[in-house]
């Protein structure tokens, strides 16, 4: 008998396959809610048609990839001899290949109805990529692994090559970018999540629709994305890391990339990854909880000199009630000193009194997880600081007379520095730290009666040596802190630097950074703007506002207002004083007279 027929009863689909006299499947078909699939084996060749895609992989290798709903082909001329899938990373950016060069060799073999493996085995590591299809949506799954008996690996890649290069790669880099893979703003450049790939999705835009790879992580799995690789420029590389220590590692794998074609822009995949984002973290709770003001806020000020008459100013142009105000020299102690002493100055009480009795957000300045060493709770705290994955040095910062010197590797240095303004990075995932921070916070916000802050740098969380403390990494950590300080007192509306898919969750608002620019404005920024990705993404729990540099004193500044603007952020300016708001440039005006409308 050459047919027979596989019933799966649970989910009401029904797999067909066809065998072959030697009792190899030649074709397998699954239908789910009319939805048809199918995956033949050709050979090492695996064709794969769902309603929404077709699509061949060879050697790991995507080598055909064309969408049902417009008859484009992504993906073609891909040369599997020359082309190594699937790679092995380790420090430094080493990068070795898991293919059949130096004697190796590839396998494919089918293992269910809509499922395949291809097995690698080659002189420097082994590996397996898991391909499975998702009949109900149309998506092709892959899950790659690989493995050496060479310790110190960083992650495997797995990478797709032969991209059209007319297509335009929208993705969550500072806010938002839809730029072309050989675009020199983003040629072989490389984004580790959370803190630069801000969301685990690409999008491939063509001027019909196009496709999309995501992962459906909700584990704080650390993973990066690789854009071009050497004279490679339309490849996309899809990294998953192993958690910090690597030394001993051998291994890297476990996250699965979801391939599918759609039709219309960016914002058809960019939705259905909103959904996904909001049932797997439950984000509906978290809408609920947010306050209506925030809603209505129309300008910021970052960076707010704390002189009363500029509090006048704006009132007299801007309804209090729609103003965020973001105020960092407000301590007793200098601005990025002695931390997490939070002790407010006189001067600043009566500032943030008066904008509060006025109708204003005021929003001090704390911070999330930098502290100053000579601190005295850095006797607790110091076992905890960030260790670099890669170098296993103490991470954090220190300026003196405008250069950056990095953290003292000496204990005594690190501790009689205080005029060097030194900040090492304390783990968020210590719950004694989030005590200290939380305890601090607290009776500032008590003794000011805040109902809003600003705690500094929750976009740093990333893959560390030290990755695990209390079995929580820095990423999910730091999502603890920010609900932590949201949940203090009455309540507080939390604002804080960047915004990514996990520190959205607990955030009002992000001050957001331009792209590559977070002081000085790199050359073709102007190309970076006009995507609102994130903001689409996250804009319903966490509306973003600017960084630095907003005066609008020349055309640099009247950019960065504008780039801003092109991200969906709120109108935001810097300014020095009062004159600023009262007799205002051409671009303060302009942020003026929008929150005014």
């Known amino acids: 008998m050459h047919r027979r027929d596989f019933l799966k009863v649970a989910g009401g689909i029904v797999a067909l396959a066809n065998v072959s006299p030697s009792g190899v499947a030649a074709t397998n078909i699954a239908v789910s809610e009319n939805k048809i699939a199918t995956m033949r084996m050709e050979g090492q060749k695996i064709v794969i048609h769902t309603h929404t895609q077709s699509a061949v992989m060879e050697k790991g290798c995507l080598t055909s990839l064309i969408s049902k709903k417009t008859g484009e082909e ?48 080659s ?30 690996v960083l992650a495997c890649r797995w ?44 999008v491939l835009q063509s001027k019909k629709g196009g496709f999309w790879i995501h992962t459906r992580d909700d584990h704080y799995r650390y993973k990066a994305l690789q854009v071009g690789s050497g004279k490679q420029k339309n490849l996309l590389g899809f990294d998953t890391q192993a958690y910090g220590p690597i030394d001993d590692n051998l291994s890297a794998g476990g996250l699965v ?9 960016w914002k058809v995949p960019a939705e259905q990854y909103r959904d996904w984002l909001w049932d797997a973290y439950n984000l509906r709770a978290e809408e609920q909880k947010r306050r209506d003001w925030a809603k209505d806020v129309k300008f910021a000020v970052s960076w707010c000199p704390g002189q009363g008459d500029i509090l006048d100013a704006i009132s ?25 002493n939070y002790v407010a100055s006189e001067q600043a009480k009566a500032f943030i009194v008066k904008g509060i009795y006025m109708g204003f957000h005021m929003m001090p300045h704390f911070n999330a997880v930098d502290m100053d060493p000579s601190h005295p709770a850095y006797a607790y ?32 240095s690190r501790l009689n520095n205080r005029d060097k303004k030194v900040m090492v990075k304390v783990h968020p995932g210590l719950s004694m730290w989030r005590s200290i921070l939380g305890q601090n916070i607290l009776e500032a916000a008590t003794d000011l009666n805040l109902d809003t802050v600003f705690i500094d740098v929750t ?15 820095p990423t999910e950590g730091m999502k603890k802190i920010i609900h932590h300080v949201a949940s203090l007192g009455k309540g507080l509306v939390v604002g804080g630097e960047g915004l990514n898919e996990i520190t959205m969750q607990g955030l009002s608002f992000a001050q957001a950074h331009l792209f590559k620019s977070w002081h000085t404005s790199i050359e073709g920024l102007e190309r970076a703007g006009g995507c609102k990705l994130n903001h689409f993404l996250f804009g319903r729990l966490c509306r973003t506002f600017g960084y630095a540099n907003l005066s609008g004193r020349n055309e640099d500044h009247a950019l960065r207002i504008k780039m801003h603007l092109e ?12 004159k600023d708001i009262e007799s205002p440039n051409p671009s303060v005006k302009q942020m003026l007279d929008m929150a005014a409308s």
Not at 91 to 112: C, H, L, P, W
Not at 168 to 195: M, R, T, Y
Not at 384 to 392: L, T, V
Request: aromatic share 12%.
């Open 74 to 121: 992504f993906i073609k001329d891909v040369a599997v001899d020359k082309t190594a899938a699937l790679q092995l990373l380790y420090r430094g950016n080493e990068t070795v290949s898991i293919d059949e060069s130096k004697f190796g060799n590839i396998a494919t073999r089918q293992m269910a109805p809509l499922k395949a493996e291809i097995i690698f085995h």
């Open 123 to 152: 002189w420097d590591g082994d590996g397996v990529i898991a391909v499975s299809v998702e009949p109900e949506s149309g998506a092709i799954l892959i899950e790659p692994s690989a493995y050496s008996s060479r310790s110190g």
């Open 159 to 202: 990478s797709l090559v032969g991209l059209r290069p007319d297509l335009e790669l929208v993705a969550p880099f500072f806010q938002g970018v839809k730029l072309k893979l050989d675009d020199a703003l983003i040629a072989n450049s490389h984004w580790d999540w959370p803190l630069y790939w801000e969301a685990g999705l690409a």
């Open 257 to 265: 990339w979801r391939i599918n074609a759609f039709d219309g822009d």
């Open 316 to 340: 007299k142009k801007v309804d209090p009630k729609h103003c965020l105000i973001h105020y960092p020299n407000w301590r007793t102690d200098p601005y990025d000193e002695n931390y997490p």
């Open 381 to 412: 705290l110091r076992d905890f600081q960030y260790r670099g994955i890669e170098r296993k040095d103490l991470r954090g910062w220190s300026w003196y007379q405008g250069r950056g010197l990095g953290v003292p590797e000496s204990n005594a």
């Open 459 to 473: 976009l740093v969380s990333h893959n560390l040596h030290n990755c695990f403390v209390e079995a929580t990494t």
């Open 567 to 578: 991200h969906g952020a709120i109108p935001t300016v810097t300014i020095r004083s009062a």
